[in-house]
């Protein structure tokens, strides 16, 4: 059975950090790409980071801008984002993907392409206010 939990969202002020966690299943955990992506009101989905839990290799879109950061706990099952300097314009619901048992030659996880992730969570919901 496949699930991804998201949690860690909350209201906070600009400039502050958040460390967003998913909790995945073994089996959506495992040799997989993992993702985080972020849909603001009115906006389409866009995606933030990648990693592949293999090898613990990140990938990131190049709006992360440096503020984030994705990393892994094997033992849990689970990855985490760790979004610093908030501002206004990061508010968003923020979704956990993932695209597991990845083959050899597909380990290279997209941060941005939505078609790759074929199981999701419900999301976190980050709000900041300046």
């Known amino acids: 059975q496949v699930q991804l939990v998201e949690s860690g969202g909350g209201s906070v002020q600009a400039g502050e950090s958040l460390k967003l966690s998913c909790a995945a299943s073994?089996?959506?955990?495992?040799?997989?790409?993992m993702a985080w992506f972020r849909q603001a009101p009115g906006k389409e989905r866009e995606g933030v980071a990648a990693?592949?839990?293999?090898?613990?290799?990140?990938f990131y879109s190049d709006s992360a801008n440096g503020r984030f950061v994705v990393s892994q706990d094997t033992g849990l099952t689970t990855i985490y984002l760790r979004i610093r300097n908030l501002a206004p314009e990061d508010t968003a619901m923020y979704y956990c993907?993932?695209?597991?048992?990845?083959?050899?030659?597909?380990?290279?996880?997209?941060?941005?392409?939505?078609?790759?992730?074929?199981?999701w969570g419900q999301g976190t919901q980050v709000t900041v206010s300046s």
């Open positions: 073994k089996y959506a955990y495992n040799s997989s790409c």
């Open positions: 990693i592949y839990t293999g090898y613990s290799t990140s």
């Open positions: 993907a993932a695209d597991p048992e990845r083959p050899l030659g597909r380990r290279r996880c997209s941060p941005t392409d939505r078609t790759e992730y074929r199981y």
